[in-house]
């Protein structure tokens, strides 16, 4: 439930994709922290589908097989993914290289490019309906209010603004339902396996106050935005990638291949060839074709391998050979931005100091002060057999229960609840202010000591919330805890959502007919 267990990216996502879809942003800007495949555009939504730029379709000279002739681009598991979709999504892709200045990849690749990300979007949305991960128009309504309020915009100018730049309103509200359901299944499938100890945050405290002066500032944790000098201020970078994935399981001989197919794209990245381009037609990464852009986030939030890799390089430089679990990564810093001088090559980079957490406007620093609630729920969550409706009904019963005096919101959470604050009676503790997803803690708020509040759904499932008392308290310490425990989160959620995708790739029924179609072609050739 809290947001140091299970910390939700939606806020950073949605933003982002408001920011380059409307708002003219530059690349410092682009999708915050997501590497997900299915994104049908990152930075900016998947632009609209105008009916030019159609790749060329297969040779004449192709074998017409009966898996060619149905119209069949790929069988994934139980789904069809048709050429039609194919051809739809690829003239969509190549308006949006267009619209970034990318050189568009050969009709080949480019739609081997658009089919992969099928595959992945396919996927992703059967595990999430098999998990019972479904996003209404209320939950999108919300998300729209929360980034034009974001963007000190009405939904009305966030409307114009995005239709401005060339994405329709409903292909902009169909990527936030994407953003939405792809993020609760991260949670659902991820995010409770990652666990940070308390020698963790010890461990990142230290060396941050050791970097830092002796004190930890919490300057790591701030949200990427807008850097007015180029000295001061948290660092944040802009990482482009062009990856070689190496299967799992594949032959030495194999992998000494693919490491030489990425000591070349290097090489070229650093003759000067245009990254993007290179991203688009070789990468096997999800973001290939938005030219290898994976967006921007303060400096601690990448990943450590990319981190000790491309944290000491300026804008435009390209960082040595990373390999990795998936495979070898070409990483190139697009725009580095606050702080102050990198380290030298080979030190371990760290956030520079920003204003310390707690302080005024002067920098001085004091005493963090918030009102912390009290408060218990009772979870019902939703699943392939619990929808929605079944569980905001079962919640309902309850509480006519409890407020009818028939029995207490503690016996009612043991029996009912499926928290593992169930055997406490559902006691959450003291909460402070953003340990709680928002629409939990905009619920909570609401209520005064006492009361139930009526079924509240939230990324986890339908809750009933119950406030026992609230006290004002010095947190300071603990928001630094708290701080360095996202920044630990966040290096270590996305590279382990990526390994679950590979993991869920690797098991499902996957028939390429498009690929086998190619390699049809060249024997006939």
């Given at each position: 439930?809290?947001?140091?267990?299970?910390?939700?990216?939606?806020?950073?996502?949605?933003?982002?994709?408001?920011?380059?879809?409307?708002?003219?942003?530059?690349?410092?800007?682009?999708?915050?922290?997501?590497?997900?495949?299915?994104?049908?555009?990152?930075?900016?939504?998947?632009?609209?589908?105008?009916?030019?730029?159609?790749?060329?379709?297969?040779?004449?000279?192709?074998?017409?097989?009966?898996?060619f002739v149905d119209g069949i681009a790929a069988v994934v598991n139980k789904d069809v993914i048709t050429l039609r979709e194919v051809r739809d999504e690829s003239r969509q892709a190549v308006t949006d290289l267009q619209r970034r200045g990318i050189q568009v990849p050969d009709a080949e690749t480019l739609q081997r490019q658009v089919l992969q990300r099928l595959i992945m979007d396919r996927l992703e949305r059967q595990e999430a309906d098999r998990l019972g991960i479904r996003?209404?128009?209320?939950?999108?309504?919300?998300?729209?209010?929360?980034?034009?309020?974001?963007?000190?915009?009405?939904?009305?100018?966030?409307?114009?603004?995005?239709?401005?730049?060339?994405v329709s309103w409903e292909e902009y509200r169909r990527t936030l339902r994407d953003e939405i359901r792809m993020d609760r299944l991260r949670q659902r499938t991820v995010d409770s396996s990652i666990?940070?100890?308390?020698?963790?945050?010890?461990?990142?405290?230290?060396?941050?106050?050791?970097?830092?002066?002796?004190?930890?500032?919490?300057?790591?944790?701030?949200?990427?935005?807008?850097?007015?000098?180029?000295?001061?201020?948290?660092?944040?970078?802009?990482?482009?990638?062009?990856?070689?994935?190496?299967?799992?399981?594949?032959?030495?001989?194999?992998?000494?291949?693919?490491?030489k197919k990425a000591e070349d794209l290097l090489a070229r990245a650093r003759k000067g060839e245009d990254f993007g381009s290179l991203a688009a037609a070789s990468s096997d990464g999800p973001e290939a074709l938005q030219g290898g852009q994976m967006g921007t986030r303060p400096l601690d939030g990448w990943p450590d391998l990319f981190i000790r890799a491309a944290g000491s390089l300026q804008g435009g430089q390209v960082a040595d050979l990373v390999q990795s679990g998936n495979?070898?990564?070409?990483?190139?810093?697009?725009?580095?931005?606050?702080?102050?001088?990198?380290?030298?090559?080979?030190?371990?980079?760290?956030?520079?100091?920003?204003?310390?957490?707690?302080?005024?406007?002067?920098?001085?620093?004091?005493?963090?002060?918030v009102t912390q609630t009290h408060a218990r729920h009772i979870l019902i969550k939703t699943s392939a057999v619990m929808s929605d409706q079944q569980a905001r009904d079962r919640l309902e019963q309850v509480r006519q229960r409890i407020v009818a005096g028939g029995t207490s919101f503690e016996a009612m959470a043991r029996q009912y609840s499926q928290d593992g604050t169930a055997p406490q009676g559902g006691d959450l503790g003291w909460v402070n202010p953003g340990d709680m997803v928002p629409t939990f803690e905009a619920a909570m708020n609401a209520l005064d000591a006492k009361q139930i509040s009526q079924p509240v759904q939230s990324p986890f499932g339908w809750h009933l919330i119950q406030v026992l008392e609230r006290r004002e308290q010095d947190v300071t310490d603990e928001m630094h805890r708290l701080q360095a425990r996202q920044i630990l989160f966040e290096r270590r959620a996305g590279p382990a959502f990526e390994d679950w995708l590979e993991t869920l790739r690797g098991q499902a029924y996957i028939d390429n007919r498009l690929e086998k179609r190619d390699t049809m072609e060249q024997r006939y050739r």
């Amino acid at each position: 439930m809290r947001r140091f267990q299970n910390q939700r990216r939606l806020s950073g996502n949605v933003l982002a994709l408001t920011l380059c879809a409307g708002l003219a942003c530059a690349p410092a800007f682009a999708q915050q922290g997501s590497q997900r495949p299915a994104t049908p555009a990152a930075p900016a939504p998947a632009a609209s589908k105008p009916g030019s730029q159609q790749p060329a379709p297969a040779p004449a000279a192709a074998p017409q097989g009966e898996q060619f002739v149905d119209g069949i681009a790929a069988v994934v598991n139980k789904d069809v993914i048709t050429l039609r979709e194919v051809r739809d999504e690829s003239r969509q892709a190549v308006t949006d290289l267009q619209r970034r200045g990318i050189q568009v990849p050969d009709a080949e690749t480019l739609q081997r490019q658009v089919l992969q990300r099928l595959i992945m979007d396919r996927l992703e949305r059967q595990e999430a309906d098999r998990l019972g991960i479904r996003v209404d128009n209320a939950q999108v309504d919300q998300a729209v209010t929360m980034v034009a309020t974001r963007n000190k915009l009405t939904v009305d100018q966030l409307r114009a603004e995005v239709q401005k730049s060339g994405v329709s309103w409903e292909e902009y509200r169909r990527t936030l339902r994407d953003e939405i359901r792809m993020d609760r299944l991260r949670q659902r499938t991820v995010d409770s396996s990652i666990v940070i100890t308390d020698a963790d945050v010890d461990a990142f405290l230290k060396d941050q106050a050791r970097s830092q002066g002796g004190q930890f500032t919490g300057a790591a944790a701030a949200p990427s935005q807008p850097q007015a000098a180029a000295s001061g201020g948290p660092v944040s970078l802009t990482l482009a990638q062009i990856l070689v994935r190496v299967p799992e399981g594949s032959s030495p001989e194999a992998i000494a291949a693919l490491r030489k197919k990425a000591e070349d794209l290097l090489a070229r990245a650093r003759k000067g060839e245009d990254f993007g381009s290179l991203a688009a037609a070789s990468s096997d990464g999800p973001e290939a074709l938005q030219g290898g852009q994976m967006g921007t986030r303060p400096l601690d939030g990448w990943p450590d391998l990319f981190i000790r890799a491309a944290g000491s390089l300026q804008g435009g430089q390209v960082a040595d050979l990373v390999q990795s679990g998936n495979g070898f990564h070409i990483l190139k810093v697009v725009q580095r931005s606050g702080g102050s001088a990198p380290q030298a090559p080979g030190q371990q980079p760290v956030a520079q100091p920003g204003a310390p957490f707690g302080a005024d406007t002067q920098g001085r620093q004091g005493p963090v002060r918030v009102t912390q609630t009290h408060a218990r729920h009772i979870l019902i969550k939703t699943s392939a057999v619990m929808s929605d409706q079944q569980a905001r009904d079962r919640l309902e019963q309850v509480r006519q229960r409890i407020v009818a005096g028939g029995t207490s919101f503690e016996a009612m959470a043991r029996q009912y609840s499926q928290d593992g604050t169930a055997p406490q009676g559902g006691d959450l503790g003291w909460v402070n202010p953003g340990d709680m997803v928002p629409t939990f803690e905009a619920a909570m708020n609401a209520l005064d000591a006492k009361q139930i509040s009526q079924p509240v759904q939230s990324p986890f499932g339908w809750h009933l919330i119950q406030v026992l008392e609230r006290r004002e308290q010095d947190v300071t310490d603990e928001m630094h805890r708290l701080q360095a425990r996202q920044i630990l989160f966040e290096r270590r959620a996305g590279p382990a959502f990526e390994d679950w995708l590979e993991t869920l790739r690797g098991q499902a029924y996957i028939d390429n007919r498009l690929e086998k179609r190619d390699t049809m072609e060249q024997r006939y050739r």
